[in-house]
């Protein structure tokens, strides 16, 4: 069989629920299915979801597309997950969960990283001796936002002891899945970023370090092995091949988080090329050639799912979930289903508002920022509404919130890879809206190429990963396997009015954080 009929069942696991795809190994999406998962979130930065929700979506999608059969059981030669980044789960030895995942929102474990990280001097909340141990191995740290895979584990330990005790392994969101796909303990170089335990100076040779693990106060043994994206973990187990349908021997490969699967979807692999994100969270990153760090807009050469390269990224926590945020509880329109394209219908009424919404400013921090602030209380808000502004005005606003945060993001990535950027590969929800795509266009000042079929990046990528793992292409091949259905280039006569919102919109988070701080401080657990 050619590459164009050989094809990869990928399972792109969101915050919102999973999409499972069949791919060829061309990038092409010859089919899909999609369940929706719950959220719950709880006092104090509680954001939590059931492992057994994702299994059975996963399973569930698998097996909606084998019955439908898009294409022959037998073109079917591998398997890859892409899942969200920093979302934790404890296993037993038997690989069942013991608790709630604690997902990338989770901001409990912020007291116990501030601990963890404090001391004399300080700079930003982080003591300066420890914070140069962390940064030089990891080229980063753990935020003092509390949302990263070592501040779930250090909450599980502290709050929960019985279910630390019995953890047999802490696995990311993407490792969960591939123990029940395979049945083994097992993470990718990459998925493992964020628990902040490993030394990442030598891109070839990335390992967990003991001294780190033996300042967090935290079991080593409790870190699952770690290998390649690209490498092939081992055949999908009998009684899933068969429950989902599909022949023994299929094998699946390690696979990558969100992040790095949508960059090889997006096509932007080679150094310096650089794509944006918008699902219901939103990021900006690109290929680097270099370790490095910036400590105080938390960008870091972090691991990719190619070998011996780094990436650097900006992510904001709300997005696209934005704008559902506005449909339901503010327009008052009612909850979009999964079939439906709310960014259609969100363009039909933000076009008819003007390039700067009249002066409507939308800041998306509804659950804080990351970056370029690691700020866990500042919150979004509807800025400057007056009698005569309009749900067009504030649909268009959101969006061009949302652009906004991205150009500050940019500002400070571009720095990191001491280049211009452009241009900008744009994937995922957001990137189906044409309106959307100029608005990014015209608030970032660079041309925007708007990936075909971009809600399917993050499958295509993992696609992509699992086809490198079988030998069957290069990741220096990817480029030409993406195809792109528009390119937007920046209106010169929005210049100015962007300008000055993008001056405005940092000087509402000046102005604000304070505010957010009296009104949104978690208080400090009693002994």
């Known amino acids: 069989m050619s590459i164009s009929e050989k094809h990869i069942l990928a399972i792109d696991h969101g915050t919102s629920g999973v999409k499972a795809c069949l791919v060829s190994l061309r990038g092409e999406v010859r089919d899909f299915a999609y369940v929706k998962t719950e ?37 079917i030669v591998g398997m890859c997950v892409s899942s969200t980044f920093s979302s934790t789960v404890a296993v037993d030895k038997d690989g069942k969960h013991l608790m709630n995942a604690l997902t990338w929102m989770d901001s409990r474990g912020a007291p116990y990283v501030r601990e963890l990280m404090k001391g004399f001097p300080s700079i930003l909340g982080y003591g300066a001796v420890k914070a140069l141990k962390w940064v030089a191995k990891t080229a980063g ?32 969101s993407k490792d969960y899945l591939n123990l029940r796909l395979t049945g083994e303990f097992a993470a990718s170089f990459d998925s493992m970023t964020l628990f902040w335990m490993t030394d990442t100076r030598n ?67 080679e ?58 509880n503010v327009l008052g329109i009612g909850e979009i289903q999964e079939d439906e394209n709310p960014f259609e219908m ?32 500042i919150r979004g808000c509807l800025f400057n509404l007056s009698r005569t502004s309009t749900s067009a005005d504030m649909v268009r606003a959101v969006m061009e919130g949302v652009a906004l945060n991205v150009r500050w993001s940019l500002k400070y990535v571009e720095k990191f890879a001491g280049k211009r950027l452009g241009p900008l590969h744009f994937v995922g929800g957001g990137a189906k809206s044409d309106l959307w795509c100029q608005i990014f266009a015209d608030v970032l000042n660079r041309t925007i190429r708007q990936v075909s079929d971009p809600v399917a990046a993050n499958a295509r990528g993992a696609a992509f ?46 102005a604000h954080k304070n505010i957010c701080k009296r009104l949104n401080r978690v208080k400090k657990k009693q002994d």
Not at 348 to 371: K, M, Y
Not at 480 to 488: A, K, R, V
């Open 346 to 377: 969100l363009t039909g009424i933000a076009q008819t508002s003007p390039p700067g919404a009249n002066n409507v400013i939308f800041t998306p921090w509804l659950n804080g920022e990351r970056t370029p602030v690691d700020d866990t209380t």
């Open 203 to 269: 891109p070839h040779d990335i390992r967990y370090d003991d001294s780190l693990i033996a300042a967090a106060g935290i079991d080593k043994n409790k870190l699952p092995p770690m290998f390649p994206s690209t490498h092939l973990l081992g055949p999908l187990l009998p009684r899933v091949a068969e429950e989902i349908g599909l022949p023994s021997g299929i094998m699946v490969a390690a696979g990558s988080p969100d992040h790095q699967c949508a960059a090889m979807g997006s096509g932007a692999v």
């Open 39 to 75: 959220i719950t979130f709880l006092p104090e930065g509680g954001a939590e979801q059931n492992p057994l929700d994702w299994w059975n979506a996963l399973i569930s999608t698998c097996k909606t597309l084998v019955k439908r059969e898009a294409v022959p059981k037998d073109s």
């Open 465 to 510: 990963i699992a086809a490198v793992g079988l030998g069957e292409i290069e990741f220096s091949q990817i480029p030409d396997l993406i195809e792109y259905s528009g390119t937007f280039i920046p209106n010169p006569e929005n210049r100015k009015t962007y300008d000055n919102l993008f001056k405005t919109f940092t000087d509402i988070y000046k």
């Open 271 to 328: 150094d310096y090329q650089a794509h944006l994100y918008v699902g219901t969270s939103s990021w900006i990153q690109c290929i680097v050639p270099f370790k490095k760090t910036d400590i105080f807009h938390s960008i870091a050469s972090l691991p990719t799912s190619i070998p011996g390269k780094y990436s650097s990224v900006n992510e904001q926590d709300m997005a696209g979930g934005c704008l559902s945020l506005l449909v339901q």
């Open 141 to 172: 740290g753990p935020t003092l936002s509390g949302k990263d895979d070592i501040a779930h584990v250090l909450l599980i330990q502290r709050e929960f002891p019985e279910i630390y005790n019995q953890t047999h392994m802490f696995l990311p």
